[in-house]
């Protein structure tokens, strides 16, 4: 394939942590298919994208296995204790086979059993409580602590860490699956897993855990249990701030859609909140390994390499999507992949769904007397992350009367 005068992914192009889009469109449009800066094959059409999420020959690449051959670089002349390839050695979304499928299904009987909805209602009350008195604020710390409010009490780690801290614990998290990671900052991921070690000593969601894992007669130490309370914190915690900051963010600029979300029927809400996880996209790509040597199209694919499945480019496609630029309330059907798909797909999808369509309504009442800060959308600070979008900072201030 000849690529020599077509575009290729870089995620450093000018802008592209502003707005994504507009290059993940040239792509898309150019070069649809093709090996990006770093050599993995990149996926930009949704088509394609749906295939390879469910393909047979294609599994997941260990994350934990990749840290470990870099730890003693990462870690060389430090007498720091290497923790990075344990505490992730069962985040189910690295782990293919047998494993992959126990592992699954302890955790997802584990968040089955979990009192969602009363937790969630408390926590939105509470939040607008908190900030309804405050004439500005920061829409990245407000849904922060909405979040946190959630998973401090159904983790039991209130007694442990502000916001604050677990935004950072959660975010470093995140930040360890990325793309051209340093070695210092890995030091950083590092320490914080340590630190970390004692947020469930005292948490009843330890317990749950370990039963379920009995159950499906795995065994476990106690950095098994550890690995599986950071994913469920971080997947809890770092993908429902995100997604609901950016829906959020999204909303306000859109003075409609605010007024339809006030008189949404819960079926009219349900439709809307896809059309919002297809928008915003947090989690913008996920990567597949091929299992054994694979012609996909034409292309000779060999063992072990890596295909990055772009899913915020899939989720704009315009042979899938009319007008994939604009939230469209009522879009119906909606196949977007913001949760991926096959065996893969997101454990915490429903969770999501659940936390917008109890928030959504409360949070667009006390948001529509809020605009951006006095250097408008402009002033949005983007985190230079790849694989999850996020913002740092969006100032808002209450409407002049």
Known sequence: MDISTKVTWNPYSRGYFQDPYPHLKTCRE?????QGIHEAWMFFKHSDISKLLRHPNLGVSGLSEYLKEKE?????NTETCPYLAQSTQWWPMYLNGNLHKKIRVALGKVFQALEWEPVILKAV???NARYQSLNKFNLANYCADYI????SEIFGIDQYGTTAKIKEYSNLLARSQDLFVSKQFYQQINTSLLWGKQLFDRSAYREKIEAALKEQQLDYTSDHIYSLMTISLMATFETSKDNLCMALYEIIKRKHIIHLISESTPQQLNILIEELFRFTSPLQYTVREVQSPL???????PTQSKLYLCLASANRDPEVFDRPDEIIPDRQPNPHLSFGGGLHFCLGANVARLELRHCLQPMVQLLKDYTFDDHGESNVQWAKQIFMRNAQSILLKRNAL
Do not use: D, Q
């Open 30 to 34: 150019n070069n649809p298919v093709h």
């Open 72 to 76: 003693p670089y990462i870690f060389k």
């Open 125 to 127: 009350e509470r939040v």
């Open 148 to 151: 946190f409010m959630i998973t």
């Open 295 to 301: 012609n996909y199209n034409g292309i000779s694919l």
